[in-house]
């Protein structure tokens, strides 16, 4: 067979391979120098927490997959809003909503200090805390619609629980977007 350029390289009807090496990559990674161009362009990994056990490992895998990945973490909490709080003696109207989730962005804060505290390559991730109302399911898909993963806990309910009480993991892993990874918590003796 003649060799007849470019394209006999590739076959017929392809495009020809390019004569000079190629440098870069659209994503704005330097393939010779390995340095990433848009290093503020992270992509980013949403982990729900909730303060559960389940909740702090699926906190721990998203750190430690974020600096694997260079990535950022987004920690969301999200709080349903019941249509009243129980009290001792009758029905009271809700705490202001704003109240609440300033309370539980302050707690989540404090678990993602600790968590960090676990393994010294955790505290290099940029992590960003929201507290949000809604139904959690929801507001997670909404939140990992721009995310390269979704990381959950799960609190290994059996599977009657499970189908009475509703998974949130289940809706997300069945309703997500992108990758959903399920972390079930550390078994202690």
Sequence with gaps: MAENGPLAANGPGLPALPSEPVTGDPAGMDIESGINSRADERSTIVVGVDGSPAARAALGYALDDAARRNARVRVVCVFEEPDYWAVAYGMSAPAPLQEVTVGLEKAAQQVVEEVRADD??????????????????????????????????????????????????????????????????????
């Design 120 to 189: 010294p390559r955790r505290a290099a991730v940029p992590v960003d805390v929201l507290a949000l109302t809604g139904s959690p399911a929801r507001v997670l898909l909404e939140q990992s619609r721009d995310a390269e993963l979704l990381v959950l806990g799960h609190r290994g309910r059996g599977g009657f629980a499970r189908a009475m009480l509703g998974s949130v993991g289940l809706q997300c892993v069945l309703h997500g977007s992108g990758p959903v990874t399920i972390v079930r918590p550390e078994q202690r003796p």
